[in-house]
C-alpha cells in the first residue's frame, strides 16, 4: 500500500503563489508517475499536472501551464506543485495521485491512478 499526504494549501489573494507538497510513503519503489487534480464544488476531477517519476517527463492541463511548475524529489518520495499568478478560478481542493507501471497510460485522466491523497484546499481570493 501507498500512503500520500498533501500539504501547503490556504487562502491567497489573487496575483500571489502557493506550493503543495505531496509525501508518499509506505510500498513506493514502484512509481511511474505522480499527479495532481483539483475539484471544485458541484464539479469533476480535473487534470493540473503530472511527471513521470524516472524521466521527469511533464504535463499540463492548458489553464495552469506557464503559471504552475511540477517537480519531484526522488530521494524524499515527494512531489510538488509551485503555483504561480494565482486566479480566483484556481480555487479547488486539490489531490494528488500516484500511478503504478503498467496499466492505461493516460495521466491527464484520474482513473488510471492507483494512491490519491486526502486533498488541501487551496481558495484564491479576488
Known amino acids: 500500500q501507498v500512503q500520500l499526504v498533501e500539504s501547503g494549501g490556504g487562502l491567497v489573494q489573487a496575483g500571489g503563489s502557493l506550493r503543495l507538497s505531496c509525501a508518499a510513503s509506505g510500498r513506493t519503489f514502484s512509481t511511474y508517475a505522480m499527479g495532481w487534480f483539483r475539484q471544485a464544488p458541484g464539479q469533476e476531477r480535473d487534470f493540473v499536472a503530472a511527471?513521470?517519476?524516472?524521466?521527469?517527463?511533464?504535463y499540463y492541463s492548458d489553464s495552469v501551464k506557464g503559471r504552475f511548475t511540477i517537480s519531484r524529489d526522488n530521494a524524499k518520495n515527494t512531489v510538488y506543485l509551485q503555483m504561480n499568478s494565482l486566479k480566483p478560478e484556481d480555487t479547488a481542493v486539490y489531490y494528488c495521485?500516484?500511478?503504478?507501471?503498467?496499466?492505461?497510460?493516460?495521466?491527464?485522466?484520474?482513473?488510471?491512478?492507483?494512491?490519491w491523497g486526502q486533498g488541501t484546499q487551496v481558495t484564491v481570493s479576488s
Open positions: 495521485a500516484l500511478k503504478r507501471p503498467g496499466g492505461i497510460f493516460l495521466l491527464r485522466q484520474p482513473t488510471p491512478y492507483d494512491y
Open positions: 511527471i513521470t517519476w524516472s524521466a521527469g517527463i511533464t
